[in-house]
């Protein structure tokens, strides 16, 4: 990954122990005269590499010792992405190379995920036009256009691609989808890596501008609507206990004022009852 640090390995296939003052290793871009990093039993492995690769190639002495005469690379970047070959020569005076080997290094950065827009918002128009934007990613994507209502890929045809590389040496992708109007139309942009064996995908909805423009519709399940309708109804349901409280309260004192006046009215008949049994 681009920013990353890699190991190429180089290792002499048999165990075995060598004496540094005999070898002689170099590295190199395969097919070409640029030397990556090398080291000289004379002790001059300075000063003759590439300045690409100036202080972010080393040899570890240790580990040469034992056989391994692997590269270590930092801060890989896209340039990097090279055949790398590897040549170990012992006693250099006779003929005869210890190893040789060629080692490829591919070299991958994650796209952004793709952001997509439209430039058509009035009814009239007879086309939409979408926009596609993903940056900072390698090697060079695929883009595809995708019909998300069956999920088939729009023709090529239908898009037009820029694809170049940035100040990073990263590449930047902006496609272009132009397509007939149609009500509902929902479409999504795949950038692909294939050699990271990814796809970011992103769509846009365009929606029909007939029917219900400029309404809107609240849902009646919203805990916000809910909480309101709670708070308005209290005041109705304290007035609502407020009256039945009253008419209660008044029909009770009816009802003793009825009582008190029965009560006095039998006082007065018994003792004319009681007169009358008498005479």
């Not at 590499?49 to 056989?67: I, N, S």
Request: hydrophobic share 35%; aromatic share 8%; glycine share 4%.
């Amino acid at each position: 990954m681009v920013g990353s640090d890699v190991e190429l390995s180089c290792v002499f296939p048999h165990r075995s122990h060598f004496d540094l003052n005999e070898l002689y290793v170099y590295w190199q871009i395969s097919g070409s005269d640029t030397v990556v990093t090398y080291y000289l039993s004379d002790n001059k492995s300075e000063g003759h590499e590439d300045p690409r690769y100036k202080d972010r190639a080393h040899l570890l002495l240790d580990r040469m010792k034992q056989g391994d005469f692997s590269l270590h690379l930092q801060n890989v970047t896209p340039q990097d992405a090279q055949q790398f070959k590897c040549l170990v020569i012992k006693e250099p005076w006779k003929p005869g190379k210890l190893l040789e080997k060629v080692v490829r290094l591919n070299v991958a950065a994650n796209f952004s995920v793709p952001v997509v827009s439209t430039s058509s918002n009035t009814s009239q128009d007879q086309e939409l036009t979408f926009t596609c934007m993903s940056t900072d990613g390698y090697p060079r994507p695929n883009v595809y256009w995708i019909n998300r209502t069956d999920n088939s890929l729009l023709h090529e045809a239908l898009q037009n691609n820029t694809v170049f590389l940035n100040q990073r040496g990263l590449y930047d992708v902006v496609s272009i989808l132009t397509i007939p109007r149609t009500p509902h139309v929902d479409v999504g942009c795949c950038i692909e890596n294939v050699l990271l064996h990814q796809n970011l995908t992103s769509s846009s909805q365009a929606e029909s501008f007939t029917g219900n423009k400029g309404r809107f519709t609240k849902s009646p399940d919203s805990p916000r609507e809910e909480e309101n309708a709670a708070l308005y109804s209290l005041p109705s349901l304290l007035s609502a206990a407020a009256v039945i409280v009253a008419v209660a309260v008044a029909w009770g004192c009816r009802s003793r004022r009825r009582a008190r006046r029965g009560y006095k009215g039998a006082q007065a008949a018994v003792p004319e009852r009681e007169l009358t049994d008498h005479a």
